[in-house]
């Protein structure tokens, strides 16, 4: 994309690099580290989205139950305090993939991911967690002609599913709810997304698991998993906890169950955020209603406002790393900091001598299918959910309910799921990994410069079941 008169390096020349959300007086302080043997009924390893809501739930399924959860750094530094903050009802990654790969489910999986939205909602009001929910719902805008028609497909397999709330709007109307000269149509899916502030939803589901009685140590990463008389050990650093179960939920990072590590590639997502706007600059862009927006490219922009009215756009470029390491060196990029920069005000050139206060990226916990994957290890005593691929803010707490189910022994109507039951493909050891990534994304770019027309390496990559996306 081109960019506007404005250098975007001028814009970004004060921007803090460091995630917006985390940058905030109320971030609670870090717990202390496990020192010395710990023992307890279930033991969750990690401190994110799904690692929370799985102690969270567990303690609601049974108040009895002896729950500890460990975390290598802090409660929602990763991931789940740096995203977008969309909280959406998919479970698939949108319709179009849901289709792709268990149309006969589908019906029920996006029933479950709206009873997994309210759920998440019902949460939020019982446990007083403040976290700027909104359900505004979300836009997926075209900006290139042949998107108009596949949202037009989107919106007609939609309606035949039966789904309501969503809106096809045509150029004068998808402007009308926001002004951008780039937007062609819009898909709105009016209930199916929630807007939040994703670290305060960290930290509230962090001070709710405490509450119920979760013992919670940071700074403690699970360096080796082992089974151990009727149950499991994780060693730590400084001890070891053992436990009758244990719910990993590690994601992008390296998991407990090595034979797990060729399902994931760890990619990396970037963003900024704007300063705060102007009562004049929100009137340019219209924007009243507050909706999520995302563009229809395979690479594509995200981009909300936040409760004090800054733009957060991220998105785009989806980056490798050869060998898939997680390192905190890769969390920035400023190749793809400017690259944002000048496309934002390509789609908003009323936006013109705007700043960006704040720059930053992480990893994803990305899996050939884009939606999470499930299973247990360890003769039925170990859990896990991983693979969310950007839906983390939501399916995590279906995941969570999924690991318990699992755990339990019980067959459930979430466990009887196709998706539940079925493992994606894993991703080929480097270097054909990163080869096939590499040639991926470059047939990506180019099937969004010519019309969408998918080339020859895209459609082997669609029936064999694999792709990668952001």
């Known amino acids: 994309m081109a960019t506007s008169a404005m250098n975007p390096v001028q814009a970004l020349s004060d921007a803090t690099p460091r995630p917006y959300w985390l940058d905030d007086p109320a971030r609670p302080p870090a717990l202390p580290a496990l020192v010395g043997d710990e023992h307890c009924d279930l033991l969750v390893v990690g401190g994110g989205y799904a690692g929370l809501w799985t102690a969270l ?197 390296p998991s407990l169950v090595k034979r797990l590590r060729p399902y994931i590639a760890p990619v990396y997502d970037y963003a900024l955020t704007t300063e705060p706007l102007t009562a004049e600059q929100l009137a340019a862009i219209g924007w009243q209603r507050r909706q999520g927006l995302s563009d229809s490219a395979n690479h594509f922009h995200y981009f909300r406002l936040t409760a004090d009215h800054r733009i957060l756009w991220g998105g785009y470029d989806i980056v490798y790393r050869y060998g898939g390491g997680v390192r905190a060196e890769y969390d920035h990029h400023p190749a793809t900091y400017q690259r944002l920069a000048g496309h934002f005000f390509r789609c908003f050139p009323q936006l013109e001598g705007v700043r960006f206060s704040h720059t930053w990226g992480g990893a994803i916990d990305t899996c050939a299918r884009f939606s999470a994957f499930f299973g247990t290890a360890h003769r039925g005593r170990v859990a896990y959910a991983l693979g969310f691929t950007g839906l983390g803010v939501g399916a995590t707490r279906f995941g969570a309910d999924v690991m318990l189910d699992l755990l339990s022994g019980r067959r459930t109507e979430r466990t009887a799921l196709e998706m539940v039951r079925n493992k994606p493909l894993p991703f080929p050891p480097e270097p054909v990994r990163s080869l096939g990534i590499g040639i991926t994304q470059w047939a990506m770019t180019r099937a969004d410069e010519n019309g969408g027309r998918r080339n020859l390496w895209l459609k082997a990559m669609d029936k064999a079941g694999l792709g990668f996306d952001s």
Request: proline share 4%; hydrophobic share 40%.
């Open 57 to 253: 739930l567990a303690k609601e399924r049974d108040p009895g139950r002896d729950v500890v959860l460990i975390e290598g750094q802090e409660c929602g530094w990763a991931a789940s305090g740096r995203n977008g903050g969309f909280c959406a009802a998919s479970l698939t990654h949108g319709l179009g993939n849901g289709l792709a790969r268990w149309p006969a489910e589908l019906p029920l999986l996006e029933e479950l991911g709206h009873r997994n939205l309210d759920g998440i909602e019902a949460a939020l009001a019982r446990h007083g967690i403040d976290c700027d929910f909104e359900r505004t719902g979300e836009i997926d805008v075209a900006t290139a002609p042949h998107q108009v028609d596949e949202l037009h497909r989107t919106a007609e397999e939609a309606a035949a599913l039966g789904l309501t709330g969503h809106a096809f709007l045509d150029r004068d109307a998808v402007r009308t709810e926001v002004a951008s000269p780039t937007f062609l149509a819009g898909l709105w899916n009016r209930t199916g997304v929630a807007m939040l502030h994703p670290a305060k939803l960290a930290w509230g589901l962090k001070n709710a698991c405490r509450a119920l009685g979760v013992r919670i140590y940071e700074h403690t990463p699970g360096t080796a998993l082992s089974s151990r008389g009727a149950g499991v050990a994780v060693r730590t650093p400084y001890g070891r906890v053992f436990a009758r179960q244990a719910a990993l939920g590690t994601n992008a990072f």
